[in-house]
Every structure is written in structure tokens, then in C-alpha cells.
């Protein structure tokens, strides 16, 4: 269940795309509120935009096991895909 600061810090993180601070504190809120599927994707978020790119890709993992359904599935497969790709063209994965 959503609590009133998530819904904030979610309409901020669609506001603030590039910010690792609105992805950082969203994912500390989703946590203390048990959406453990939305922490790990905006960890994943959070990683992405600090350039780790190996600890993305591991948050996207812990979320896909958690999917609810299989769109939500595939769009994590896609984030994953296109994180292992930034990860390559860093040199932070062979």
C-alpha cells in the first residue's frame, strides 16, 4: 500500500528522472513501507544513475522475482537489457 510520501516522492522521481537523491529516498521510503518490488527498482535506478552499473543490474534481478505480473516481467528483462548494455560500453561487464 502507497503512503502519502511515496506518492510524493513518486510524482518527484517522474519530475526528477536524473536524480539520484529522489531515487535514493524513494527507495528508503518503499522499504520502510514494504513495497519491496519498488525499492529494488529504484535502487536499480538509483545505481544507474551513479554509473554502477553491476549493482543495477542486481536490483533489477531481485525485482523481476517479484514482478506481479508478466508486462511488469518484460519490463524488467527490457531495463536489464539495457543496463548489461551501458555496463558493456563502460567496461564494467565483459
Request: no cysteine; charged share 25%.
Amino acid at each position: 500500500m502507497d503512503t502519502e510520501a511515496e506518492k510524493i516522492l513518486t510524482a518527484q522521481a517522474a519530475r526528477r528522472q536524473n536524480d539520484p537523491y529522489v531515487w535514493y529516498v524513494l527507495a528508503e521510503t518503499q522499504g520502510l513501507t514494504g513495497n519491496t518490488y519498488g525499492l529494488h527498482q529504484s535502487r536499480a535506478q538509483y545505481f544507474y544513475l551513479n554509473g554502477r552499473m553491476l549493482e543495477a543490474r542486481s536490483q533489477l534481478g531481485y525485482a523481476l522475482r517479484l514482478a506481479p505480473d508478466p508486462v511488469a516481467e518484460e519490463r524488467i528483462r527490457t531495463e536489464q537489457r539495457y543496463v548489461e548494455n551501458a555496463a558493456r560500453a563502460l567496461g564494467q561487464l565483459k
